[in-house]
């Protein structure tokens, strides 16, 4: 067995950059423990690394990964729960102040719960995880005569609303949330276009943040 090159190089890179940068916020980071205000939960693609999009160094992210950044609801059975365990972790002992659901453009997750029509086989791990999206399409309800990306666009950012909403089931989380001590977020990160949304509690709406940046810097948004 080999250990994939890409990632020795990537490393040697790391070292001679970021770790150079870096190295005192690492040993202060290993003597003191890890403090991140900010818990986010992202898609698993590879396009989407929230530190990346964030511009996050060590210690700043607390992050967890999975395929289209679902939030399960609550579940208190004796079975074991990746993401809430991580929120567990996040709120009961990291005390982040913020939970950010990042969801974004062409999610793989999404569009195959979109696509499949094949009933689910009990090892069919996608298709029994992107069930958890059904409470997100029934409140968008058919495609009717949106086009297929904009369809798409609607139930990849209704998901993101989904994983908040299952957030409140959570019932200490919701009371922490009630109090104000940890504020939760949408957002959306559009792959093509660079573009960052975000979600207005108050409308409902994504918008983008930063724009004028990123017009500056880009142009015209390109959809
Ligand atoms: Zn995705």
Redesign the pocket.
């Known amino acids: 067995m080999t250990f994939p090159q890409q990632l020795i190089d990537g490393y040697r890179a790391f070292l001679i950059s970021r770790l150079r940068h870096e190295q005192d916020r690492y040993r202060t980071l290993a003597e003191s423990g890890q403090t991140p205000q900010i818990m986010v939960i992202?898609?698993?693609?590879s396009r989407?690394s929230p530190e990346v999009i964030f511009d996050a160094g060590p210690g700043a992210l607390f992050v967890v990964r999975n395929?289209?950044?679902i939030i399960p609801p609550y579940e208190p059975d004796t079975r074991a729960h990746g993401v809430s365990a991580a929120l567990e972790f996040g709120v009961g002992a990291l005390r982040v102040k913020h939970i950010v659901v990042l969801?974004?453009a062409?999610?793989?997750?999404?569009r195959a719960f979109a696509d499949d029509a094949e009933p689910l086989s009990p090892g069919d791990f996608i298709g029994n995880w992107m069930k958890l999206m059904t409470p997100a399409a029934e409140k968008i309800g058919p495609r009717g005569t949106l086009s297929r990306s904009e369809y798409l666009t609607k139930l990849?950012q209704a998901n993101v609303v989904n994983s908040l909403e299952n957030l409140k089931t959570f019932p200490r989380l919701a009371k922490i949330i009630e109090h104000g001590h940890v504020q939760v977020h949408g957002a959306y990160f559009g792959v093509a276009t660079g573009e960052l949304s975000v979600r207005d509690d108050r409308t409902g709406a994504f918008a983008p943040v930063a724009a004028e940046d990123h017009a500056r810097l880009f142009g015209s948004p390109r959809f």
């Open positions: 992202g898609c698993c693609d989407v395929v289209a950044n969801g974004h062409q999610c793989g997750g999404v990849e």
